[in-house]
T-cell receptor
Framework: RKEVEQDPGPFNVPEGATVAFNCTYS??????FFWYRQDCRKEPKLLMS???SGNEDGRFTAQLNRASQYISLLIRDSKLSDSATYLC????????????FGSGTRLLVRP | NAGVTQTPKFQVLKTGQSMTLQCAQD?????MYWYRQDPGMGLRLIYY???????DKGEVPNGYNVSRLNKREFSLRLESAAPSQTSVYFC????????????FGDGTRLSIL
């Protein structure tokens, strides 16, 4: 089993739609969680950290479910500019410096 | 505010040539990392340096060496380049605390003929 698993997609949605991605992780000792965004052939950029209580940043909401070991990302009112690959990232066990990157979920927002 | 700077941005090598990819960060981060990303694939960790003076192998270290020159700089060396090392290489850095994310440079696109 991969340490961090994501549905590769692509998720093809119309502008204005709401879309959600899930990501599962295997190590129950993991403590930090992030969503990154990566545009084609560009560097990954931090979208948001994921806190135990959940957090929201504009149209983006992230949730953590420790019992089931998954994190989610909800995007409301999708924009064309949201088209990208979304990477789920989890720290390795209790390591403070080693992060494990999922392979990403591709989102295509169509007009 | 440069963040993580990688040089060069593009490079073409012939099989068997050697080269060093440079990475520097100005955020006073303890940890630094080298990844490679092949087309349509996820990031794969080559080497990392948890702190100045230490380096460790990642998932795909074969064919590479690294040097943590000082706290700011972490270089990746290909001693004898092979076509299988054609890839985009990303350097990243991170603060030491567990809840801190990694910050990436904008990559080096390397082609080996």
């Amino acid at each position: 089993r991969k340490e961090v698993e994501q549905d590769p997609g692509p998720f093809n949605v119309p502008e204005g739609a709401t879309v959600a991605f899930n990501c599962t992780y295997s190590n129950s000792a993991s403590q930090s969680f992030f969503w990154y965004r990566q545009d084609c052939r560009k560097e990954p950029k931090l979208l948001m950290s994921v806190y135990s209580s959940g957090n929201e940043d504009g149209r983006f909401t992230a949730q953590l479910n420790r019992a089931s070991q998954y994190i989610s990302l909800l995007i409301r009112d999708s924009k064309l500019s949201d088209s990208a690959t979304y990477l789920c990232v989890v720290n390795e066990g209790d390591s403070s410096y080693k992060l494990i990157f999922g392979s990403g979920t591709r989102l295509l927002v169509r007009p | 505010n440069a963040g993580v700077t990688q040089t060069p941005k593009f490079q073409v090598l012939k099989t068997g040539q050697s080269m060093t990819l440079q990475c520097a960060q100005d955020m006073n981060h303890n940890s630094m990392y080298w990844y490679r990303q092949d087309p349509g694939m996820g990031l794969r960790l080559i080497y990392y340096s948890a702190s100045e003076g230490t380096t460790d192998k990642g998932e795909v270290p074969n064919g590479y060496n690294v040097s943590r020159l000082n706290k700011r700089e972490f270089s990746l060396r290909l001693e004898s380049a092979a076509p299988s090392q054609t890839s985009v290489y990303f350097c990243a850095s991170k603060e030491g605390q567990v809840n801190q994310p990694q910050h990436f440079g904008d990559g080096t696109r390397l082609s080996i003929l």
